[in-house]
């Protein structure tokens, strides 16, 4: 029997989020239920904001709605990449992500069970299970501290990959770039300050100031001794006078 899978919604068009979780509830009961928050642990959630998904486990299977950034480079990886489907805000194409996603994970499910050897009992397995979930609650803990810490700090911090695209931004950098309501991650970088940002990146400049209001600096980042990107710091002008 397919154990059903619970589902969070949570779309700026109340409209359509009212009707799919209608149709959900029609047709799906079996298969799907519907969450009243996103603070439980979602199997799957449809979004149309990528700010929601700081409400999710990290083991949730987003699918996003919104809109997505145009990308101008055709080599570089597309922002789909970010979520397990992007689709129209249609709750035909939606409702066919949501069966795509639930035989996803059916299908994550029945492998998991194919690698363990049947002879060894729930005791044992559960034994075996409990460190890495206290190791996996850890982790969550921590980032949970970085994330508060980032959205602390006096200064904006934006991240951007080798790509040109935000992968990283504090509640401080959305206020200030005037995106606190609007999606940033997966937003290339060409599409803010008019392209500002971006030419600053690819330039030998270590600091400018952009719309007569905003002082940049920047810096590369590695991972593996590979170059992975920038971070950017910045912070209004009218705050180094106060």
Same mark, same amino acid.
């Given at each position: 029997?397919?154990?059903?899978?619970?589902?969070?919604?949570?779309?700026?068009?109340?409209?359509?989020?009212?009707?799919?979780?209608?149709?959900?509830?029609?047709?799906?009961?079996?298969?799907?239920?519907?969450?009243?928050?996103?603070?439980?642990? %979602?199997?799957?959630?449809?979004?149309?904001?990528?700010?929601?998904?700081?409400?999710?486990?990290? *083991?949730?299977?987003?699918?996003?709605?919104?809109?997505?950034?145009?990308?101008?480079?055709?080599? *570089?990886?597309?922002?789909?990449?970010?979520?397990?489907?992007?689709?129209?805000?249609?709750?035909?194409?939606?409702?066919?992500?949501?069966?795509?996603?639930?035989?996803?994970?059916?299908?994550?499910?029945?492998?998991?069970?194919?690698?363990?050897?049947? *002879?060894?009992?729930?005791? %044992?397995?559960?034994? %075996?299970?409990?460190?890495?979930?206290?190791?996996?609650?850890?982790?969550?803990?921590?980032?949970?501290?970085?994330?508060?810490?980032?959205?602390?700090?006096?200064?904006?911090?934006?991240?951007?990959?080798?790509?040109?695209?935000?992968?990283? %931004?504090?509640?401080?950098?959305?206020?200030?770039?005037?995106?606190?309501?609007?999606?940033?991650?997966?937003?290339?970088?060409?599409?803010?300050?008019?392209?500002?940002?971006?030419?600053?990146?690819? *330039?030998?400049?270590?600091?400018?100031?952009?719309?007569?209001?905003?002082?940049?600096?920047?810096?590369?980042?590695?991972?593996?001794?590979?170059?992975?990107?920038?971070?950017?710091?910045?912070?209004?002008?009218?705050?180094?006078?106060?």
């Amino acid at each position: 029997m397919i154990n059903a899978r619970s589902v969070f919604l949570k779309l700026n068009d109340k409209s359509l989020e009212e009707r799919l979780r209608d149709s959900i509830l029609d047709a799906d009961s079996q298969t799907l239920t519907v969450l009243d928050t996103g603070d439980a642990a %979602a199997d799957i959630a449809v979004i149309d904001d990528a700010d929601a998904m700081s409400q999710l486990p990290g *083991s949730s299977i987003v699918i996003f709605t919104g809109d997505r950034p145009v990308r101008d480079d055709a080599e *570089s990886p597309p922002a789909d990449d970010y979520y397990f489907a992007c689709c129209e805000p249609d709750i035909g194409h939606i409702q066919h992500e949501l069966r795509r996603a639930c035989d996803y994970i059916e299908v994550g499910g029945s492998n998991l069970e194919s690698k363990l050897d049947g *002879s060894i009992d729930d005791e %044992a397995l559960s034994a %075996a299970l409990r460190p890495l979930s206290r190791k996996i609650r850890e982790m969550t803990v921590l980032l949970e501290m970085r994330d508060t810490l980032l959205d602390q700090l006096p200064v904006g911090i934006l991240g951007v990959d080798d790509t040109n695209m935000v992968v990283m %931004a504090n509640g401080r950098a959305r206020d200030i770039l005037h995106m606190s309501k609007m999606p940033i991650y997966g937003v290339d970088l060409a599409m803010l300050y008019n392209g500002d940002l971006a030419r600053f990146m690819r *330039s030998d400049d270590t600091e400018i100031v952009v719309d007569d209001r905003v002082r940049v600096r920047k810096s590369r980042f590695m991972l593996k001794k590979q170059y992975a990107g920038h971070i950017f710091v910045l912070w209004e002008c009218a705050a180094e006078q106060g």
